[in-house]
């Protein structure tokens, strides 16, 4: 997932996001009350979820340091 574009303006923060499975979109946020709006999408196409890789999280020791990765 990641956040770039970040705004805000009084109790409202607008931003583009996206995740592993959403393509990017425009959303405001309200602090107050922590609700969360899409306002549009950068793509109406729809992809089924058993196409789309989800990284996992993993933590290994590599030199005697812990080190950690996504798989």
């Known amino acids: 997932s990641y956040i770039t574009q970040v705004r805000g303006a009084g109790e409202r923060i607008a931003f583009v996001g996206a995740a592993p499975d959403a393509a990017e979109a425009v959303y405001t946020l309200e602090l107050p009350s922590q609700h969360l709006q899409m306002l549009r999408k950068s793509s109406d196409l729809e ?23 996504f798989f």
């Open 47 to 69: 992809v089924d979820a058993g196409y789309i890789s989800t990284p996992q999280a993993v933590s290994f020791e590599s030199d005697g340091e812990e080190v950690h990765g």
